[in-house]
């Protein structure tokens, strides 16, 4: 059997364990940003009709005006940036990949799953996380000289400027991008992958066709084509991830890092915080290898009283 791996989110879990409906929890758990991209108005046939080729350009032109994709460099997106997690390893030549941790743990996981071994050492495959899930770290360029390099940028559209795309032209390397955390549409299922063309067509070919929904590709483009609204949010974001800053050394705890989407904290006793807040319905996020590691997430811009009262 599978060992589960331990993410943010369940709800169900927290209600089963500490009670109450739903709606009455703020869940701190995930870096998904808790303003989303507002919906747009869909055609009709992007539920109904199978996805088209113009539509999946459209998407694809959008993507690479809005990151700054190089000529050189292909793009393929797919249901989540999950899902081309779990896919890489079976088109890149077999060896040993370093993953530098402590680290978003689905990489680990599907190197695993394709019978990689895992090790330290950086020579054949490396993958960055950047910025870090959870502590934040940066990575700069010079870092990444691997033959094969996974660049894993979910988290770094609230920082574009340390952005590493322009390295998606270099051979073996991919950077992957995931829409559902920045705009705040997880349940879209959409992410991207965006490297060497030799890459990517082995990884398309391994998805299959209509591998986005039409809804997904609808709109993600939409999003993608709102310059605006991303630099608002990121403004919004900065904001509110000095106020959570300041409410949690307030009370005793020490920043280690984070994003702009979610901040992480040392605290005395991880899980007693963990516990203290369910009890008052708000789900933070705990790790089983750092006992005083604390993670949350940002509230809804409606939603801070239940966490300042939590706390």
Same mark, same amino acid.
Request: glycine share 8%; proline share 8%; with cysteine.
């Given at each position: 059997? #599978?060992?589960?791996? /331990?993410? !943010?989110?369940?709800?169900?879990?927290?209600?089963?364990?500490?009670? !109450?409906?739903?709606?009455?929890?703020?869940?701190?758990?995930? !870096?998904?940003?808790?303003? +989303?991209?507002?919906?747009?108005?869909?055609?009709?046939?992007?539920? #109904?009709?199978?996805?088209?080729?113009?539509?999946?350009?459209?998407? $694809? *032109?959008?993507?690479?005006?809005?990151?700054?994709?190089?000529? /050189?460099?292909?793009?393929?997106?797919?249901?989540?940036?999950?899902?081309?997690?779990?896919?890489?390893?079976?088109?890149?030549?077999?060896?040993?990949?370093?993953?530098?941790?402590?680290? $978003?743990?689905?990489?680990? *996981? =599907?190197? @695993?799953? *394709?019978?990689?071994?895992?090790?330290?050492? +950086?020579?054949?495959?490396? &993958?960055?996380?950047?910025?870090?899930?959870?502590?934040?770290?940066?990575?700069?360029?010079?870092?990444?000289?691997?033959?094969?390099?996974?660049?894993?940028?979910?988290?770094?559209?609230?920082?574009?400027?340390?952005?590493?795309?322009?390295?998606?032209?270099?051979?073996?390397? &991919?950077?992957?991008?995931?829409?559902?955390?920045?705009?705040?549409?997880?349940?879209?299922?959409?992410?991207?992958?965006?490297?060497?063309?030799?890459?990517?067509?082995?990884?398309? @070919?391994?998805?299959?066709?209509?591998?986005?929904?039409?809804?997904?590709?609808?709109?993600?483009?939409? *999003?993608?084509? @709102?310059?605006?609204?991303?630099?608002?949010?990121?403004?919004?974001?900065?904001?509110?991830?000095?106020?959570? @800053? /300041?409410?949690?050394?307030?009370? !005793?705890?020490?920043?280690?890092?984070?994003?702009?989407?979610?901040?992480?904290?040392?605290?005395?006793?991880?899980?007693?915080?963990?516990?203290?807040?369910?009890?008052?319905?708000?789900?933070?996020?705990?790790?089983?290898?750092?006992?005083?590691?604390?993670?949350?997430?940002?509230?809804?811009?409606?939603?801070?009283?239940?966490?300042?009262? =939590?706390?």
């Amino acid at each position: 059997m #599978t060992k589960a791996r /331990d993410h !943010g989110g369940g709800i169900d879990a927290a209600i089963a364990c500490f009670g !109450g409906a739903r709606s009455d929890w703020l869940d701190l758990s995930t !870096g998904i940003n808790p303003a +989303p991209y507002p919906m747009p108005a869909m055609p009709a046939d992007a539920w #109904t009709a199978l996805p088209d080729k113009a539509a999946f350009a459209r998407l $694809y *032109a959008l993507a690479r005006r809005f990151w700054n994709v190089p000529d /050189d460099a292909a793009i393929v997106g797919a249901t989540g940036a999950s899902a081309i997690i779990a896919a890489l390893p079976r088109v890149i030549p077999q060896g040993e990949v370093c993953i530098p941790g402590p680290t $978003y743990n689905e990489h680990g *996981a =599907a190197f @695993d799953a *394709a019978d990689w071994r895992l090790g330290q050492d +950086p020579s054949h495959m490396l &993958v960055a996380v950047h910025p870090n899930n959870p502590d934040g770290r940066i990575w700069q360029a010079a870092e990444l000289t691997t033959p094969h390099t996974i660049i894993d940028e979910s988290f770094c559209d609230v920082t574009p400027d340390q952005s590493l795309i322009h390295l998606a032209a270099r051979p073996g390397t &991919v950077v992957l991008k995931s829409f559902g955390k920045f705009w705040g549409l997880a349940g879209l299922r959409l992410g991207f992958a965006i490297g060497d063309p030799a890459i990517i067509a082995r990884l398309t @070919d391994l998805l299959g066709p209509w591998q986005i929904s039409g809804p997904a590709l609808s709109i993600g483009a939409e *999003a993608l084509a @709102d310059p605006q609204w991303a630099d608002q949010t990121r403004a919004r974001l900065a904001v509110d991830a000095a106020r959570m @800053d /300041d409410l949690l050394m307030a009370s !005793g705890a020490e920043v280690l890092g984070g994003t702009t989407l979610f901040r992480l904290y040392k605290v005395q006793d991880a899980t007693a915080a963990h516990d203290h807040l369910a009890r008052h319905h708000v789900l933070s996020r705990i790790f089983p290898y750092a006992p005083d590691w604390l993670r949350l997430g940002l509230p809804a811009p409606d939603r801070w009283a239940q966490l300042e009262n =939590a706390l």
